[in-house]
């Protein structure tokens, strides 16, 4: 597995297991991660080996989101049913999707915002999957989602939940509040095809597992997700879907949550006090 990431002040980089160089030492034709991402759907990105650059090692790193800017943010909703029993909603027989504005987008460790009391007392975190486009696409087979995907990242997605139940069409609204999704703080690209099913997408809340199941277990994997949309908008590199939750928590000032796929990474963020 190979790893794209941008530290704190925006410097581009590519790692593996046991650090990270600088990007464009290991290819120049990459001077940001953007630049990487349809090398990264090809398999034409190089090893970190290739750079003529010593490792810094993961720890001694801070990261930004991977991307400066990413494209149309899609969220898949009541994709475990379990998740859906837990809402009281029945099984969508296709992909229940929504999106949210870029100003939602925070990086790694945050930190959640939450909205004014008077807006909503009830807010949610949900641990997902998100698959990262690579190349623009339009109307893509399923078997051929791989061709177009340049990797995949831990994603905390937030919801107003008493917002969401007060109606079903506030959805948007109960999604879009600023800092509701984090994303990062790395871009896992596999060096080969991959099989998720076994992977495990959990939420924490202070360390607690709060709700986890596997991939097998969404009723629409990523790749049928990918598919789906492809039908319905041009997609294009840095367009990221977030695959939907296992399940949700319920976060309060002060908490810290960690959103955990297996095999792929963990990404987590502190909860601070609500908006005026």
Known sequence: MKYLARTATGRALLGDEEGYVPLSAADPRANSVRDALPLAATGDLPGVDDAPAERVPTEDLTFGPPLERFGKLWGIGLNYADHAGDLDEERPEEPASFMKPATALTGPGGPIRLPPSEQSERVTAEAELGVLLGRECRSVATADVSDVVAGYLPVIDVTAED?????????????SYDTFLVVGPAIAVPDGPVDLAD???????????????????????????VSFHSEVSTLRPGDLFSTGTPGAAPIEPGDEVRGTVESIGSVSASVTGRRS
Do not use: C, H, Y
């Open 199 to 225: 992977a495990t997408v959990s939420t924490r809340v202070n360390g607690a597992v709060a709700a986890e199941n596997e991939v097998r277990n969404m009723l629409f994997p990523p790749a049928d997700i």
């Open 163 to 175: 917002v969401l139940r007060r109606n079903p069409r506030f959805l948007t609204r109960a999604k």
